[in-house]
């Protein structure tokens, strides 16, 4: 089990969004209960699954509904997601207000590593876990009750009480005198009826001076955090110092631990809701100017930042809320460089506005982008009807590409149509994929389904444009490897041809004049032709022959040649895809 002490502690952690309550021990994942413990789940509550039997079951999970199976959290349901030291926060049940650690160490792998999760934070009852006398040299006082009025400090042994002759309590009045004689540093000793402490000065400037000289001089140890603050507090009834509650806290601290080095950082503390606890720092400004809200790591800052605001909470997300007077106004954040105007980001009316500035100076800024109030995004168009909505003067293009050069034959570009929305482990989508072949210039697209099985390719389109269905590889203009129906005829018919006579690879009819002449007819290859193709060559005269040639080295019924040499006379041939024709 791990603690946690300080920030710097908190902030080297990963922290996921709460879950509503925690297991006690297994339960089973794919007939979820409904309820755990005390708390009865509703649907889409989050829950911190740690005491399964094998461990690599468990996780962050969320709930379906009774009988239903659980499902791993999106923010919790993969390797990158689920980090050794990530933290959570349960907020009812068995474990209400309480955060657990992920112990494990990495690397992980989601489903085979057993997970272990520990309380991170122990929580103490000073009022019953704590009795007796704390010793100075454990952080407490060695007293178990103070005289009412009092200033004490510790003498030179670290133990005996000594009183200060310029710090004097009125305890009828409840005010402090504060007096001294350095210039710019103390009071004259005077207070007014209406204040419990004054500072003043008739010298120069009222100055307060907090000095802290812990570590001062030593030239070695801690002396990161080094420095004073000033806390302000009040009271809101009449049970007053019972009530009495410390609001908030301004402090100056070393920014780090060189001796010689006197960067220091300016920090401010606020007290949060509930039981006075340590008052949590919001806001540090460091020692080069940086702003930080919500965190004290000055180490994220992008180069050039002047603020960064993160969350402070594990249940909360940073943000910045920059609000006009009515509906209607703009609220906008004005993006620039010195003399240099570079963009707007504006919120108006329920929608968010993407502005650019096309030209060089402080001039307006253009419009580019818009997302509605619906959800639509549109781009140069300020009425999206569609959830994305792309308009241009002269064409819409959208452009997806890779970083970097795609190598041959790679999948390099995809637009996906899915219809699950929240489960995407099951791989049901349809999709359009660009892809290389030869060389990273040449390039087709595929098309790809999905049936009952994993999404498969159906068509594609070859860079040569030749449509392949059914095959990878299509040889023409449209391949389909299987059965196919048409509307009409695919093939080519050919007719009144003359002299030296070409059959094509789409002809399916040549017909002849040889009223003039000679007809010589050259077929295809047989061995480039498909196996099973069916050609008709037709005398559509009378006079001379129509010769029928095969390719070298192949036959026609076993001969080089067919002669037709009746008036319209015709014959059909069939190709068996290797080296010959048969009459049929």
Known sequence: MSFLTTFSDEASKTYKDAARTATTGPINLLSAPASIGSVSLNLNDRVLVKDQANAEENGIYVFKGAGSPMVRSTDANSDREVLPNMLISVSEGDYEDKIFELTTNGPISLGVTPLSFGLAILPIDLTTDVVGVLPVANGGTNKSSWTEGRVVFAGASGS?????????????????????????????????????????????????????????????????????????????????????????????????????????????????TGSPVKIPERMRITSSGNVLIGTTDASLYTTGALLKVASSSVSNNARIEIRGSTTTDQAALDLGAGAQRNGVIAGQDRNLLFFTNSAAGLGNVTERMRITSAGNVGIRQTNPESPLHVAETTKGVITVSKVGNAAANEDYAEIRFRAIQDNYAVPGYASIVAFTQSASDQNGLKFITRNASTPAERMRITREGNVGIGTASPAEKLEVAGNAKAEGLLLQSRHNLTGAVTVLSNDYYVGCNSSGGAVTVALQSAATAKQ????VIKAESSLANVTINAAAGETIDGSASHVLNVSYESVTLVCNGANAWFIV
Do not use: C, M
């Open 160 to 272: 005996a009480l000594t009183e200060d002759s310029n710090l004097n309590w009125d305890n009828s009045n409840k005010q402090l005198t504060v007096q001294g004689s350095q210039a710019n540093s103390v009071a004259d000793g005077t207070i007014p009826s209406n204040n419990q402490v004054t500072i003043r000065n008739t010298a120069g400037d009222a100055t307060l001076y907090l000095v802290n000289d812990d570590q001062v001089n030593a030239g070695l140890g801690n002396l990161i955090n080094s420095g004073s603050a000033i806390e302000l507090s009040g009271k809101w009834n009449s049970s007053f110092p019972t009530s009495h509650r410390t609001f908030g806290r301004i402090g100056a601290f070393k920014e780090n631990n060189i001796d010689a080095d006197t960067a220091g950082y300016l920090a401010l503390y606020t007290q949060q």
């Open 532 to 535: 099973g193709r069916k050609l």
